[in-house]
């Protein structure tokens, strides 16, 4: 849904397919996660404390992508375009 938006914005091809898969990584590590759900029905474990074991690699991973992405976007202006003042 996001990536022909990001191409028509000026982004790069690569950082917007990468950041869009990361996404979809994230989405079985942060909770609300189905698949946490349905691995603790499978393996007979607390969906509970998957999510508590979860949390914080999913969150720390997050935080290290947004921070990938920042630092790349800053060092090279031409792969993240700035949002327009309107």
Same mark, same amino acid.
């Given at each position: $849904?996001?990536?022909? *938006? @990001?191409?028509?914005?000026?982004?790069? #091809?690569? %950082?917007?397919?990468? #950041? /869009?898969?990361?996404?979809?990584? %994230?989405?079985?590590?942060?909770?609300?996660?189905? @698949? /946490? /759900? $349905?691995?603790?029905?499978?393996? =007979?474990?607390? #969906? !509970?404390? &998957?999510?508590?074991?979860? @949390?914080?690699? =999913?969150?720390?991973?997050?935080?290290?992508? /947004? !921070?990938? !992405?920042?630092?790349?976007? #800053? &060092?090279? *202006?031409? &792969?993240?375009?700035?949002? *327009?003042?309107?």
């Amino acid at each position: $849904v996001a990536f022909q *938006p @990001m191409l028509r914005a000026g982004y790069d #091809v690569k %950082l917007a397919a990468g #950041v /869009i898969t990361a996404g979809g990584t %994230l989405g079985i590590l942060i909770p609300p996660s189905i @698949m /946490i /759900i $349905v691995y603790a029905a499978v393996a =007979g474990q607390s #969906v !509970v404390k &998957l999510y508590a074991a979860a @949390m914080f690699p =999913g969150l720390f991973l997050a935080s290290l992508y /947004i !921070v990938y !992405v920042i630092g790349r976007a #800053v &060092l090279n *202006p031409k &792969l993240a375009p700035g949002l *327009p003042e309107e």
